[in-house]
């Protein structure tokens, strides 16, 4: 009865390093999204996921973000080059896709760019 | 741009008093809003939602009241527990399986 799973839960990258974040999303669940989380605000989109299928990518800041979900199950989101401003919990969601939107949420991962 | 905001960003509730968190969003064209609860270190939780054919909508001690007039959202939580602290966040998403649009949120602290 495993929700969705982040990690790492923590990571700390100096600037201009390449960071991975994977979520494990709940078994069956067609939808994924990424969401960045400033601290002190509300997440924000970045990428949506139908399947393996990436059908929403408006969110994502710059062309240094990258999200891929090759079998339709686990996803990675890559930062390359990080920067300060690239700072924040970055939040996964999945839900069962179609009617049923309620989507769940991960713990997410917190980055800080040094 | 389309956006969901907060009235308040802190409320302070008396243990077992009833709080309720307001919000206001902007966008006519979302048919279906949702509440969040948020603590420290978790993700958003799903507490409550309702659509948008829709003005009143009640759960286990919470209820979500929508105003598409003025285009007003609450939440009402009843008997205000400790274990109700928290970040609430407010959300529309304008179609089903799409993004969801959050607010900014409202911590809020309950009081002994």
């Known amino acids: 009865g495993a929700g969705v799973s982040q990690s790492p839960r923590y990571k700390v990258a100096k600037r201009g390093q390449d960071v991975a974040l994977r979520c494990d999303p709940i078994?069956?669940?067609?939808?994924l999204f990424w969401y960045q989380q400033a601290l002190g605000q509300g997440p924000e989109f970045l990428t949506y996921f139908q399947n393996e299928a990436q059908l929403d990518k408006s969110g994502l800041p710059s062309d240094r973000f990258f999200a891929e979900r090759p079998e339709g199950s686990v996803s990675t989101l890559k930062i390359q080059r990080t920067q300060q401003e690239d700072s924040a919990v970055y939040l996964c969601?999945?839900?069962?896709?179609?009617?049923?939107?309620?989507?769940?949420f991960g713990p997410g991962t917190r980055l800080t760019v040094l | 741009g389309e956006s969901v905001g907060l009235h308040l960003p802190t409320l302070s509730v008396q243990e077992g008093d009833n709080s309720i968190i307001n919000c206001a969003y902007s966008n006519s064209a979302s048919d279906y809003f949702i509440w969040y609860k948020q603590e420290s270190g978790k993700g958003p939780q799903f507490i409550i939602d309702i659509r948008s054919n829709m003005d009143k909508r009640q759960g286990q001690r919470v209820t979500v009241l929508l105003n598409k007039t003025v285009k007003h959202l609450s939440l009402q939580i009843a008997a205000t527990q400790p274990g109700d602290s928290a970040v609430y966040f407010c959300?529309?998403?304008?179609?089903?399986?799409?993004?969801?649009?959050f607010g900014k949120g409202t911590r809020l602290h309950i009081l002994p």
């Open positions: 078994s069956g669940h067609v939808s």
């Open positions: 969601a999945s839900s069962l896709g179609g009617e049923r939107n309620e989507q769940f």
């Open positions: 959300a529309e998403i304008a179609n089903r399986d799409d993004k969801i649009i």
